[in-house]
């Protein structure tokens, strides 16, 4: 029996070691909610992002990337497809200055910058929404339900372009949380 | 519809342009982007998608294609063996330099992009970029001392007075902006360069929290345009235990040249390792256009040697059809002109050829035609003649005979030809006669000679009237014969028996009217002037009017026997035994010595017995006439079955001792007159040829060496039907 155990100790091991390697390289949507302040829903939502061996090492050898949070309300349907109400992207480009050893992390939709000393706190700063109007609640009909949801991908597109072509079929670079649904109310 | 635009679309020029065309374009892409790579990005995707698409068309065309070869080939189409040899040789052909060049290609690629990237550059840069490092943290250091520096000096600063020794220190240690800011982040006070700046910069999470830690914090930092700045963070030193900890947060600017250089040092760097690190997809990109275009070519390559082949083939493959046809009788066969090369040339040929083949073909046919007819209208009427014809080649051998000499002679001939005449002779005995008095003229190669052949046939006598008439060759030479012979046996009779009944009929006019008057008048003579003569006188006259009377009852009795002759009775046909009637005759003659043999087998003959008695009569007596005058007159009389010619018959002789025919005679025994005797009517031997003739049968005399004469009768047995059928009964009614 004591021999056993450390068997039996592998075999518990290999699928814990496998949700370890899932949760540590890939987006999840931790939390997201929406609030509203004066008619307008602001969003409020937490995601971790980690990257792939692959792709932590084409952003240090100064590779831009792009990130992209999809933020959409939706109008669930009996028998169709959801109907996409309201859809905004908030785009981020990562990069890596080697110079300084800062990881920028540059809002698209805003323009403004920020430099961070690691790529956790960048990553972190990515994945931190806070207080982010994102829709009238007037656009809205009255009476009927809708959904938020959210996702976050990194955009292989924005990728230069013989890698591009290579990202999109390895599953290195195949980063993209599931959508993260809620109850608009 | 839609397998016609299939088809044409498989196998037509369109598809090929185009596929050229996307080809062509791919290459220039290829090209074009291995020149430019920033342009080679945005085109890279396009080029694979059209190449993509293209290798996707070009495979179907081939497997379409190939699945058809394959197909005909094994159905064993013509020209598929061919197009198969073709196509193989051009696909080798093809890709044989392809592959080569592909491989060259391959590894020039290679080299060529390894020697974008070079060691030495990569040392460099990052040397220059670790030597910039450490001129910023030169310049770090310093301005951490001075900020430490300016932290001291604010120990004794209240919140009063901070903002305004903020700004002195600022300008004293040459900052963009001094923040001096307490727990929580409360922000104490601010200075800053910037007059509209109502805000100072916030200090970041890792500052903070470097100095919370205790620890004091300095970074570069990359500004959103261009240059850096320095932002340092420093704990003020706290005398008082339990007061509240105060920070500093310093930003300092770059000097421009220092931040040029920087920023230079930087992009290049950036640059240069982006570039590095997409070495090996760039590498593997450029590999697999290349690839992608080596497939479009070598599938292009395949593609056209099937379209080629095919189109090489094409009038090969028809021209063999049409030989296949030729060879099979279709001359109406015409192969589209191919084009004006040499093959076109072949097929225009082949079209002429069998042009001209089915010109001669229909000639031929129409002579033929004309032939056939002509011979089936000579056959008719050579069938329809009642003469009998022969055709005899140069050595005597058959070569046709019409259905009236087969008749004629009594042999199917149809069966005969290609034999030798002499064989028909052997085959068939009873036309042996015939033969034989053909072969001297046929021998002597007369040009047109006649002959009146009499034949013992299975009908009884047969007269033949033949003429023979020798076709001289194109060469001059004796050449085929034809005979044509009728059978006059009824007409020689019917002539005869005329002839004969005229001169029956004037004699007894002319000559038998008289004679009457004559006797009378001589008997009045003698009965009115015998008693008044003197007897010396009357018996001049008792002596001449008796030679009168006897010689006018002569004469009576001569023109009586010669009517008998002329005259035909009606016979009347009775089955006879020739054996029992000969021995009652020869009762009748004494003072001969009769040799007689009859043959027991002899078979009941059909015949009119009052005729045959007077023929045996006229025999037996024409050859005691003959021995009159010997010692001692032998006759002998043999009768004999006679089994011959695939017929029976009875035969009769009567043979003398006699002197024998006279030589002058020789051939005429039978006519009438014709007699060397003191006495008789020289009419016994025509009347015995006339009975037998009228019983269908044949009579010969001769001489025999030894003896005298003998005489033939043969007699056929047949019945009275048959008599009657062959004329006999009418040609002697006749009379």
């Known amino acids: 029996m004591r021999r056993l155990l450390p068997l039996f100790g592998w075999v518990l091991a290999l699928p814990v070691a496998a949700v370890v390697w899932a949760a540590g390289s890939g987006f999840v949507v931790d939390q997201a909610a929406t609030r509203l302040v004066d008619e307008v829903y602001h969003l409020e939502a937490h995601i971790s992002l980690q990257f792939t061996p692959a792709v932590r090492e084409a952003l240090d050898s100064g590779v831009p990337l792009t990130l992209e949070l999809d933020i959409e309300a939706v109008h669930p349907r009996a028998w169709l497809w959801s109907e996409t109400v309201a859809s905004l992207n908030q785009r981020y480009r990562l990069r890596y200055h080697a110079l300084s050893g800062q990881y920028l992390v540059t809002n698209l939709n805003s323009n403004v910058q920020a430099s961070y000393g690691t790529l956790r706190a960048a990553l972190r700063a990515i994945g931190t929404v806070d207080d982010l109007p994102i829709l009238d609640r007037r656009l809205l009909k009255v009476g009927e339900h809708y959904d938020g949801r959210l996702r976050a991908r990194l955009d292989l597109g924005a990728l230069p372009s013989p890698l591009r072509v290579w990202a999109q079929v390895s599953s290195d670079w195949r980063l993209s949380s599931d959508w993260y649904t809620w109850s608009l109310q | ?735």
């Open chain 2, 1 to 735: 519809m839609v397998v016609a635009v299939v088809k044409r679309l498989t196998t037509g020029m369109l598809p090929a342009v185009v596929l050229f065309a996307l080809l062509l374009v791919s290459l220039y892409l290829l090209s074009y982007s291995t020149e430019q790579a920033a342009r080679f990005q945005s085109l890279y995707e396009w080029m694979l998608l059209i190449n993509a698409v293209g290798l996707l068309v070009l495979v179907t065309l081939i497997s379409i294609n190939l699945f058809r070869l394959v197909r005909q080939y094994r159905g064993g189409v013509p020209g598929a063996r061919l197009t198969v040899r073709m196509f193989v040789m051009f696909v080798v052909l093809s890709v044989l330099p392809v592959s080569i060049v592909y491989y060259f290609s391959l590894q020039f690629l290679q080299r060529g992009i390894d020697s974008w990237f070079d060691v030495k550059i990569e040392q460099a840069l990052q040397n220059s970029l670790e030597l910039s490092q450490a001129a910023l943290d030169l310049r770090k250091r310093e301005l951490l001392k001075r900020t430490e520096e300016a932290a001291s000096e604010l120990v004794d600063s209240n919140e009063d007075n901070a903002a305004l020794m903020l700004n002195d220190l600022r300008t004293k240690v040459d900052a963009n902006e001094l923040t001096l800011f307490g727990q929580n982040n409360r922000i104490i006070a601010f200075s800053s360069t910037d007059p509209t700046a109502v805000v100072p910069h916030r200090p970041g999470d890792q500052l903070l929290l470097q100095l919370r830690q205790g620890r004091t914090y300095i970074a570069l930092e990359p500004l959103r345009d261009s240059g850096l700045q320095v932002r340092v963070g420093v704990e003020l030193p706290n005398d008082a235990a339990g007061a509240e900890p105060r920070y500093l947060q310093a930003l300092f600017p770059v000097e421009p040249r220092l931040n040029a250089l920087a920023d230079a040092v930087q992009s290049s760097f950036a640059q240069y390792k982006t570039l590095a690190y997409q070495r090996t997809p760039l590498k593997k990109s450029f590999m697999l256009s290349l690839s992608l275009v080596l497939m479009l070519s070598l599938l292009s390559a395949v593609w056209a040697a099937f379209f080629s082949s095919r189109r090489l083939v094409a009038p090969i493959r028809d021209l063999a059809e049409g030989t296949r046809a030729v060879a099979e009788g279709d001359y109406a066969k015409r192969l589209p002109v191919a084009g004006r090369d040499e093959l076109g040339f072949l097929v225009r040929s082949f079209n002429d050829m069998t042009r001209k083949i089915a010109q001669a073909s229909n000639e031929a046919l129409r002579s033929r035609t004309q032939v056939e007819e002509q011979r089936a209208y000579l056959e008719a009427v050579l069938g329809n003649l009642s003469s009998g014809v022969l055709t005899l080649d140069s050595d005597n051998v058959l070569y046709t005979a019409n259905a009236a000499a087969s008749q004629i002679l009594g042999v199917d001939l149809s069966g005969c030809q290609g034999q030798r005449l002499v064989k028909l002779a052997v085959d068939h005995p009873h036309v042996k006669r015939f033969v034989d008095s053909l072969a001297p003229h046929l021998a002597a190669g007369q040009a047109d000679w006649r002959e009146e052949v009499i034949l013992f046939a299975v009908g009884g006598r047969q007269v033949l009237m033949c003429r023979g008439t020798n076709l001289v060759d194109e060469k001059g030479g004796r050449g085929d014969h034809v005979i044509v012979f009728d059978d006059v046996t009824a007409l020689i009779q019917a002539q005869r028996d005329a002839a004969w009944g005229e001169v029956a009929r004037r004699l007894a006019h002319e000559i038998k009217n008289p004679l009457t008057p004559i006797q009378l008048s001589a008997e009045r003579l003698r009965h009115k002037f015998l008693k008044t003569m003197a007897p010396s006188d009357a018996e001049v006259l008792e002596r001449s009017t008796h030679t009168i009377v006897q010689q006018v009852e002569a004469m009576k009795e001569m023109v009586n026997a010669f009517s008998e002759y002329a005259r035909a009775p009606q016979i009347k046909l009775l089955p006879l035994d020739l054996n029992a009637l000969t021995k009652e005759v020869l009762d009748l003659y004494t003072g001969v010595e009769v040799h007689a043999h009859y043959d027991p087998s002899a078979p009941m003959i059909e015949a009119d017995s009052g005729r045959l008695r007077q023929l045996l009569h006229n025999l037996v007596k024409n050859a005691l006439e003959a021995m009159h005058g010997m010692e001692r007159p032998r006759l002998d009389i043999h009768t004999r079955c006679m089994e011959e010619n695939g017929g029976r018959g009875v035969e009769l002789m009567v043979r003398d001792y006699g002197p024998g025919f006279p030589n002058e005679c020789e051939g005429r025994y039978f006519e009438p007159y014709v007699t060397t005797k003191p006495k008789g009517t020289g009419l016994g031997l025509a009347i015995v040829k006339k009975i037998v003739e009228e019983h269908g049968g044949i009579a010969v005399a001769e001489n025999e060496a030894g003896c005298g004469a003998r005489v033939l009768i043969r007699l056929p047995v047949i019945t009275r039907e048959e008599l009657q059928a062959e004329g006999v009964d009418a040609g002697a009614s006749k009379a």
